[in-house]
């Protein structure tokens, strides 16, 4: 079973940079779409970036476009999302998530990590 721990999470400044991890293990990543998210305190979680399995797609939420970058290394079955200019409001705890559609029974199969908190503040 494909399985997901996030790293690289903490304080820093406004207009700082973090590296986040995504480390799996279990299983290839060959197959899995990917993707980070996040939660502020008192808001849904929403949607930072998705890449395809391929590589081939990469999108980004509008509030963080030009600023957060995320890229995937399948050889070292990590995916990492580079987030630079942070801002007060990047606050929250940031989770990486794969997905994949699998035929056995068929359905989409996601796996979430259990988050490393970002927090912005000078």
């Known amino acids: 079973q494909l399985q997901l721990v996030e790293s690289g999470g903490g304080l820093v400044q406004p207009g700082g940079s973090l590296r986040l991890s995504c480390a799996t293990s279990?299983?290839?990543?060959?197959?899995?779409?990917t993707g980070w998210f996040r939660q502020a305190p008192g808001k849904e979680r929403e949607a930072v970036a998705c890449?395809?399995?391929?590589?081939?797609?990469?999108n980004y939420a509008d509030s963080v476009k030009g600023r957060f970058t995320m890229f995937r290394d399948n050889a070292k079955n990590t995916v990492y999302l580079q987030m630079n200019s942070l801002k007060p409001e990047d606050t929250a705890v940031y989770y990486c998530n794969a997905g994949v559609v699998v035929t056995t029974p068929y359905r989409y199969h996601e796996v979430w990590g259990q988050g490393t908190l970002v927090t912005v503040s000078s």
């Open positions: 279990g299983s290839t990543l060959d197959y899995y779409g």
């Open positions: 890449i395809s399995s391929s590589g081939g797609s990469t």
